[in-house]
């Protein structure tokens, strides 16, 4: 099964030191796809998760350099993106 369109997912805190917590809301539990990119497309983590109902995972932020970074979520086609800074 795959997420719904409807799915929705934040980041916080934002912007972040250590580590971002993405909080993930969708009716359905499945396998999603993350991935962080900087600006400039440099992929910097990725990895398949466990998500949907009210789900929760973090993301270790300490080597990544200062910047702005976009952190993508996908499964089945669906995408949606959030952006974050490390301070």
Known sequence: EDLQSGFNFSVAPNPVKDKVVV???????VTAHYSVMDITGRVWKEE???VGQERSFSVDAMNLP???YILSLQSAGIKKQQRFIVD
């Open 23 to 29: 909080h993930v809301s969708s009716d359905k539990t």
């Open 48 to 50: 398949d998760v466990l």
């Open 66 to 68: 200062k910047g702005i």
